[in-house]
């Protein structure tokens, strides 16, 4: 379990703190796709869980916040790493190795995974992201699909209890951006991993999230299945979050008062609404 | 295409020997370089370094390494030329002349660096930067955090210059013209230093930062999964740069 | 006007990245290249302003081909926004980094200066301000205000959107529209297909470096045949209108040829009124036969 209580952040060459006042709890397992304009604190949300704050950027920081038990601010950076897997924006500077496999390795070594079980769990991350045949290849030759891949299987290997990803398929095509996203959903289904992701596509988390987290300002707005949260696509809309259309075509049919059940998180929901309003 | 200084894969002997011997190899074979003025071991050192290239398919690049070497060396030369004032004059200079031996001067200087620098820049294209790394920190007990260092600034490089050949492609696309002079060039492209820099320093913080979580503190000598064992070929390889060295000093104190 | 003959291209003599494609893209068009990473947009971007010369066939502007040109003359014509805004600016403040849009191409003077300002104004920009300080969304504005600042005759746009919010994407296209509506010629790479359902007229869709489809926007991201071979997702309206139109009940209606929300939202209203009024049509001929049949 992941709490947040009352947690604020000010970064020390920020005047205005970036976090405010967030209390939120993420349940074991849960599948959390966070979203907010540029600038509305989301990035910062998922570096009090890795530790990134207050251990690489110094700053204010009010409140507190747990994973798993442990005080993000009193157990070191290195501890939290073990429980708190982290895939960054900029996976060419995340990348250590010029090889696929060393890359996996790399975390395996650090953390002192026993010889004997470093094998299976290299193949096992390498087969869970769908690139087995990529283990030999080198980075620089890869696609930025193939990269994120290897940067997640990179950590999963290392078998974290929570998985924090920052905007993993900015760059990447649409097909490519789906096929991440299936691969952690299912992943995180198998092996009752927390996953906390930043992302702008909405239409992605929607679909794939268990939770759904507007922030807005520092503050979180909205929390909550994103069937529930996707109703309020007018309030949204003015936090700079859009919605999908599928979503807000129900939405549409709800506030004409043609459609009274949920709102839709992707196409064949909304086609499903629209069959019902015009049967 | 492979970049400067990246690996190329391969599976020639060179490619498999250990990347400690092949280091040690290069420096021994640098170092007796060093011990000799003769130009004919030099020279055959020279030819040594492009066996050797030949046998791992490296031939271009070991040419062009060589070609940039012998220009940069040039500048060194030229002042050995000018300083040096040995042998049967052949110009007059207001401080001195230029003779016969200023030559040999000169020419050694050149045929001395290609020689010491192609094996070390070899060493680059047919080892895995992290081999190399992991084992000297196994078999030399270098410090992790040096090896890190050294491997994130190799692994930095084409990065950075892919940066700046994007950011010069932007500046074409505005319409700065970037050929012309040297000088021409140059005031062009300071100001894309800030570009540079500024994704320089980006890069160089999150890479610190992925480290970090990924337990870069915890790594020891023990860490690497991968065994780097010597195998017969090292220690023979080993034994013949060995020898080199000792002809270069036996060269040397016979005074040839 | 631009067009390619026949063009292949590859870098550094490696495999084609480009296989003999011929396209014409007319004065004023909004062209959207879509297709997987890889597919070969990229390319065709750096075709067009001249970046990259192709290896057979002839990229021409206006009739000219780019091998016949400068790379200044080409900037003058065709204005590029890279994905990466910080790879193209290097100047110390907003207002410098504008001008040099002119500079670069030696037109600098009181004419460039007036133009700056007014885009400083539109922008609503802070001329003093350190472009590395700014926020992502305000650096690719940025970005883009110094290509628009010259008007070129065509805009070329690799991924205007990517790592942008709703409100700073929606900022970035309304600019490229409004260039668009001023006769300017819009040829863009962008993998979010609500964004090119938006605003895009034409859309060419690529898959390994050849043009599998080409034609106006919903046409062809309509073609179930187009749609695989490049592996695009419809704009989610136009897939809701799909599936719907797949139900031969509701095939031929409005709703199978919806595609923006409005258009959606109205076509289900009214197909809902009308099964309405039919059920009641129907009722009421019940009630009028129940009589009859009735005790």
Known sequence: MIEFRDFSFRYREGDAPVVRDVTLTIPD??????????????????????????????????????????????????????????VCQDIDSQMVSSIVEDEVLY?????????????????????????ADLRHRAIDSLSGGQKQKVAVASIIALRPRVLVLDEPTAELDPASSAA????????????????????????????????????????VRFAGAPGEVLEHSAELLELGVNCPRSTSLVNRLRASGLYAGPAARDVAEAAAACREVIA | MAGFLEYVPGESLLHRMNPVAKLACALILS??????????????????????????????QALGLARAVAAFSAVLALIALLTTPEGAVLAPLPWGYVGTGSVLAAVRIIVRLVACAVPLFLVMYVTQMNDLANALVKMA????????????TVHFIPVFMNDMAGIMEAQTARGVEFDGSFAKRLRLMAPLCVPLLVSSVRKTNSAAIAAEVRGFNLRTAASGYKTYPMAARDWAALAACVLVLAAAIALSALGM | MIEFRNVSASYDGELPVLRDVSLTIPDGDFVAFAGTNGAGKSTTMRLINGLLKPTSGEVLLDGVPTTALRTSEVARKVGFLFQNPDRQICQPTVREELLFGFTAVGEGGPDAEACVDAMIEAFGFDADAEPFLLNRGTRQLLALASIIVREPDVVVLDEPTTGLDYRECAKVMEAVGRLN????????????????????????????????????????????????????????????????????????????????????????????????????????ALGACAPMGGE
Request: glycine share 8%; with cysteine.
């Open chain 1, 29 to 86: 397992g849960c599948f959390v796709g966070i979203t907010g304009a540029a600038g509305s604190g989301k990035s910062t949300l998922t570096y009090a869980v890795n530790g990134i704050i207050p251990h690489c950027y110094p700053g204010d920081f009010y409140g507190a916040v747990t994973v798993e038990g442990m005080d993000t601010v009193e157990t070191s950076l290195t501890d939290l790493s073990r429980a708190v897997g982290s």
């Open chain 1, 107 to 131: 975390g395996l070594e650090n953390f002192g995974v026993p010889r004997d079980e470093v094998e299976a769990r290299l193949a096992d991350a390498l087969e869970l992201m769908g690139i």
């Open chain 1, 180 to 219: 991440v996203f299936d691969l952690l959903a299912t992943y995180a289904r198998e092996h009752g991993t927390t996953v906390i992701v930043v992302e702008q596509k909405i239409a992605l988390l929607a679909e794939h999230a268990d939770m759904l987290v507007i922030v807005d300002g520092g503050r």
């Open chain 2, 31 to 60: 170092v007796a370089c060093f011990c000799t003025g003769n130009l004919v071991f030099l020279l055959g050192v020279v030819v040594l370094d492009l066996a050797l290239a030949a046998s791992c398919s490296m031939t271009r």
């Open chain 2, 141 to 152: 007990h270098v410090p992790y955090r040096y090896a890190f260092t050294f491997t994130s």
């Open chain 3, 181 to 284: 509506a001023a006769g300017a010629t819009v040829v863009m790479v962008c993998h979010d297909m609500e964004v090119v359902g938006d605003y895009a007229r034409r859309v060419i869709a690529m898959t390994a470096g050849t043009v599998v489809d080409d034609g106006p926007t919903f046409k062809v991201l309509r073609r179930p045949e187009t749609l695989r071979r490049a592996h695009l997702l419809p704009p989610q309206v136009t897939e809701v209108s799909m599936l719907l139109g797949a139900d031969p009940a509701l095939a031929g209606t409005a709703v199978a040829r919806a595609d923006t929300l409005d258009e959606m939202a109205a076509a289900v209203a009214a197909l809902a009124s009308e099964a309405a009024r039919a059920a009641a049509r129907e009722r009421a």
